[in-house]
């Protein structure tokens, strides 16, 4: 897109900043960035002192380079100023307005359209195995096509989830073999319980900000509190059965046979054991009673899906928080 004003726009906040990153690289060949580029948050920055910024004269390069992100946060009075800015743009600067979650009809959207001057950003479902693979390659590793197409049909269309089960890949993946299917199920588990599994090691950590945002975005999309439960539960067991091996003083060989780590034998270093330093015995014992009582309470009514989850959370968080402190 060659015109001096335009919208990125899209609902995959990845894709729109890669496309951005093509983006800058495609000016840096053409100028100095350094004295040429500024980046603006909409909402933040009124629009007036961005097209204030226009204006300023390039230095050592033909075009200024200015970049709105969060355009959707541009109020109607401010669009309606942008809307005669598209009609006599600056010469010398090119502005990229960046714009998550527009909905077809929306007053920015419109007047970006109506001049020929958006381009929506998005990858269809099936293409996005490739991009899978994209993002496998870019770390020197290339995928199987059905593992490929596995964590695009765990994860879905959550760009986000699907990078970070990328990197979690890689940083299990030994060797220099491809990818497998195996391999790839072992480690990634669908959307709902790769929400959960992030819930888990987060409060195994005790990273409680952590925590409860990934709570808060599992909540809204209608978390299954007991598979929640069921989840903290049985890693906290393997807490408890860790520090009585561990007690008893079983090899490292032993303790994954008796746990059935198996093909995820990796988890002991990982997390089980990281997680265990953490949660003394006492500690642990006192997570379970918890984590009973609230299913208890769930079951018999006393708490409803949405107050159980947050309080089986929080009341771990405090328990960890209540250890540290002591």
Avoid: C
Avoid at 28 to 49: I, M, Y
Avoid at 74 to 97: G, H, I, M, Q, T
Avoid at 286 to 315: I, N, P, Q, W
Wanted: glycine share 6%; aromatic share 8%; net charge neutral.
């Amino acid at each position: 897109m060659r015109s001096r004003v335009f919208l990125l726009y899209g609902d995959q906040p990845l894709l729109l900043e890669e496309e951005l990153e093509r983006l800058k690289k495609s000016w840096a060949r053409r100028g100095d960035l350094s004295l040429n580029l500024q980046v603006f948050e909409a909402g933040e920055t009124p629009l007036s002192e961005v097209l204030e910024a226009a204006d300023v004269l390039p230095f050592g390069s033909e075009r200024r380079y200015l970049v709105i992100r969060n355009a959707q946060a541009l109020s109607p009075s401010e669009v309606k100023l942008l809307e005669r800015y598209l009609d006599a743009p600056a010469e010398a600067a090119v502005l990229v307005f960046v714009a998550e979650g527009l909905k077809e009809g929306y007053p920015l959207l419109r007047a970006f359209q109506s001049r020929g001057l958006a381009r929506k950003v998005e990858r269809s479902k099936d293409k996005i195995p490739l991009w899978v693979k994209e993002r496998f390659a870019e770390r020197g590793l290339k995928v199987d096509g059905r593992a490929a197409v596995y964590m695009a049909e765990a994860l879905g269309n959550d760009l986000k989830a699907l990078e970070m089960a990328v990197e979690k890949v890689v940083q299990y993946h030994q060797g220099k073999e491809s990818v497998g299917l195996e391999e790839v199920v072992d480690l990634v588990t669908p959307q709902e319980d790769f929400q959960v599994f992030e819930i888990v090691e987060r409060v195994g950590v005790g990273d409680a900000d952590g925590s409860l945002r990934v709570l808060r975005k599992w909540v809204a999309k209608g978390g299954n509190a007991n598979h929640l439960l069921r989840s903290l539960t049985l890693h906290f067991r393997q807490l408890l059965l860790y520090h009585a091996l561990s007690k008893e003083g079983h090899t490292d060989a032993e303790i994954i046979r008796q746990m059935e780590l198996g093909r995820q034998a990796w988890r002991l270093d990982r997390h089980i054991r990281r997680h265990a330093s953490l949660w003394d015995g006492e500690a642990t014992a006192r997570a379970l009673f918890h984590l009973a009582s609230t299913e208890a309470d769930l079951k018999t009514g006393r708490l409803d899906e949405k107050t159980a989850a947050e309080f089986a959370v929080m009341g771990l968080l405090s328990l960890r928080h209540r250890r540290k402190r002591a």
